[in-house]
T-cell receptor
Framework: GAGVSQSPSNKVTEKGKDVELRCDPISGHTALYWYRQSLGQGLEFLIYFQGNSAPDKSGLPSDRFSAERTGGSVSTLTIQRTQQEDSAVYLC??????????????FGPGTRLLVL | AQSVTQPDIHITVSEGASLELRCNYSYGATPYLFWYVQSPGQGLQLLLKYFSGDTLVQGIKGFEAEFKRSQSSFNLRKPSVHWSDAAEYFCAVAPANQAGTALIFGKGTTLSVSS
């Protein structure tokens, strides 16, 4: 079946612009995660959605970052007033519901963001 | 704080030789443990995972990992490396029996395979 998809695959923007990154999880997966992969920092958790519960935003680095998940499926990560330090690969992952115990996270190919 | 350490940033192995990638974790209790692989331009693919039970775990592509509680380690091994194994490898942990928790990753080990 189809895996996690993300768009765009690459995004180049100017400092100060807003960007939106999209994630389509695997069908039937109710949990969705955003991670950021940057040089020197490795992979960092950003935000987590599970069903209709309030998202866990504990990993968002600043209030310029926000995410939403519409209809329990597609998610959009928005970065406002981008800075050069936001340049990174943004990875999305999804998994089955947590009420079944720990579920493996499946990752998309990522969006490579470059802020000039 | 929870952390994952992958001591080797870059390893080069000859094709056909054996491989061991090291992973150590710092956690209050035994966590769930994972190894992921990332090929250039690709997302992360799960190689194997340990939740409980047998401490030697078999994964895809001929990989295995051994959980050693006394050493807080979860090292990844492969008896004979193929050129296609060249990639970046990430060890990750998640707290056991805790719903809705993100993975904590090590900084990764880049594997190069020489002919």
């Amino acid at each position: 079946g189809a895996g996690v998809s993300q768009s765009p695959s690459n995004k180049v923007t100017e400092k100060g612009k807003d960007v939106e990154l999209r994630c389509d999880p695997i069908s039937g997966h109710t949990a969705l995660y955003w991670y950021r992969q940057s040089l020197g920092q490795g992979l960092e958790f950003l935000i987590y959605f599970q069903g209709n519960s309030a998202p866990d935003k504990s990993g968002l680095p600043s209030d310029r970052f926000s995410a939403e998940r519409t209809g329990g499926s597609v998610s959009t990560l928005t970065i406002q007033r981008t800075q050069q330090e936001d340049s990174a690969v943004y990875l999305c992952a999804s998994s089955l519901a947590w009420d079944r115990g720990f579920e493996t996270q499946y990752f998309g190919p990522g969006t490579r963001l470059l802020v000039l | 704080a929870q952390s994952v350490t992958q001591p080797d940033i870059h390893i080069t192995v000859s094709e056909g030789a054996s491989l061991e990638l090291r992973c150590n974790y710092s956690y209050g209790a035994t966590p769930y443990l994972f190894w992921y692989v990332q090929s250039p331009g690709q997302g992360l693919q799960l190689l194997l995972k340990y939740f409980s039970g047998d401490t030697l775990v078999q994964g895809i592509k001929g990989f295995e990992a051994e959980f050693k509680r006394s050493q807080s380690s979860f090292n990844l091994r492969k008896p004979s490396v193929h050129w296609s194994d060249a990639a970046e490898y990430f060890c990750a942990v998640a707290p056991a029996n805790q719903a809705g928790t993100a993975l904590i990753f090590g900084k990764g080990t880049t594997l190069s395979v020489s002919s």
